[in-house]
């Protein structure tokens, strides 16, 4: 059964960069046939799209994160890497991994982890 | 601010018909971009509800399907359940700034 568990600290202060993984089980990410993404929601708000990657490293982010992000797969391990740097408390929500329904970054997200609450707060 | 506009909330009462509504334009819906539609219960992870515009994944009720038409797209639910209440959003892609995914304001759907 393919599963996403997202981990990584619970609380980042601020200008620290946020680091977590998402580990899979049940399918590969180095599978071609899939692309994986990273969607984050502030508190009581909205979701927002933070990037997506496939397996060979191509990546998408949001334009607006471009500077500050990084993401990657380890194909050896299974899991899925976000790096953000200099975070704001504006960073501060609950982050999650998912995957593409294929393999292109525009299809549907059709598998959730259950997602990771970082606080970014000094 | 996102560029994909739904109603803050809409309502009612337990099988009725309800549609929500996600109002975009010609960079993103009406640039011919799939909508698929998700549904979250709060403190939990979304789930995909509709995906291509009209297509239901596997377990999905019959009773929401999804439409586009121009720039505009809307989920609708039919024989409303109390366990329909729940946030949903809508989602697409927008060709402005490079490129990005975008979601919906998202509609709080209360069952009366």
């Known amino acids: 059964q393919l599963q996403l568990q997202e981990s990584g600290p619970g609380l980042v202060k601020p200008s620290e960069t946020l680091s977590l993984t998402c580990a899979v089980s049940?399918?590969?990410?180095?599978?071609?046939?899939?692309?994986w993404g990273w969607v984050r929601q502030a508190p009581g708000k909205g979701l927002e799209w933070i990037g997506s990657?496939?397996?060979?490293?191509?990546?998408y982010y949001r334009p607006s994160l471009q500077s500050r992000l990084e993401m990657s797969v380890d194909i050896s391990k299974n899991y899925l890497s976000l790096r953000l740097t200099t975070t704001t408390a504006a960073d501060s929500g609950t982050y999650y991994c998912?995957?593409?329904?294929?393999?292109?970054?525009?299809?549907?997200?059709?598998?959730w982890g259950r997602g990771i609450l970082v606080s970014v707060s000094s | 601010q996102s560029v994909l506009t739904q109603p803050p909330s809409v309502s009612g009462a337990p099988g009725q018909r309800v549609t929500i509504s996600c109002s975009g334009s010609s960079s993103n819906i009406g640039g011919g971009y799939d909508v698929h539609w998700y549904r979250q219960v709060p403190g939990e992870a979304p789930k995909l509800l509709i995906y291509?515009?009209?297509h239901r994944p596997s377990g999905v009720p019959d009773r929401f399907s999804g439409s586009k038409s121009g720039s505009s797209a809307s989920l609708a639910i039919t024989g409303l359940q109390a366990e329909d209440e729940a946030d949903y959003y809508c989602?697409?892609?927008?060709?402005?700034?490079?490129?990005?995914?975008?979601f919906g304001t998202g509609t709080t759907v209360i069952v009366l």
């Open positions: 989602q697409s892609h927008d060709s402005r700034l490079s490129g990005s995914n975008v």
């Open positions: 990657i496939y397996y060979t490293g191509s990546t």
């Open positions: 291509g515009d009209i």
């Open positions: 998912a995957r593409h329904q294929k393999f292109d970054w525009l299809y549907a997200f059709d598998v």
């Open positions: 049940g399918v590969s990410v180095g599978d071609f046939s899939y692309y």
